[in-house]
């Protein structure tokens, strides 16, 4: 079965196993591969071995923080989607996530029909924004 997600990559960073089951049981259920690590240096490894499509990120990690994570991943020449996920609902922290180059910031809890859509539209952004092979 394809799903909407069939034939992207995701790297799914949560130090929360329940959370980081959903998601990952979320995204492969539309067709999506996964890799699911619980740490921030695990992450930035994760990325640079996966060279994932697309990051679903938290913010509060151990090992390393979610925001300098996103820091070092989107310093990368053709870096991937991160969408950044808190529960701090803080306008300052994603101010802060924003200015690292996010490209989606969402407050836990996240419905994961919103994430998954949230993804599909970032994906379908950058699509157009690539535009057609010339």
Known sequence: MTGRL????????????????????????????????????DAVLAVQEEDPDVV??????????GFLVLEKIKGYEDAPIVIMLTANEGRRHQMYAESLGVDGYLVKPVPLDRLITTCLDLLAKQDAEDGPEA
């Open 6 to 41: 069939s034939g992207t990559r995701f790297v799914l960073v949560d130090d929360d196993n329940d959370v980081l089951e959903a998601m990952d049981a979320a995204i492969r259920s539309e067709g999506a591969e996964t890799r699911c690590v619980r740490d921030g240096n």
């Open 56 to 65: 679903l990120l938290d913010m509060m990690l151990p090992g390393r923080s």
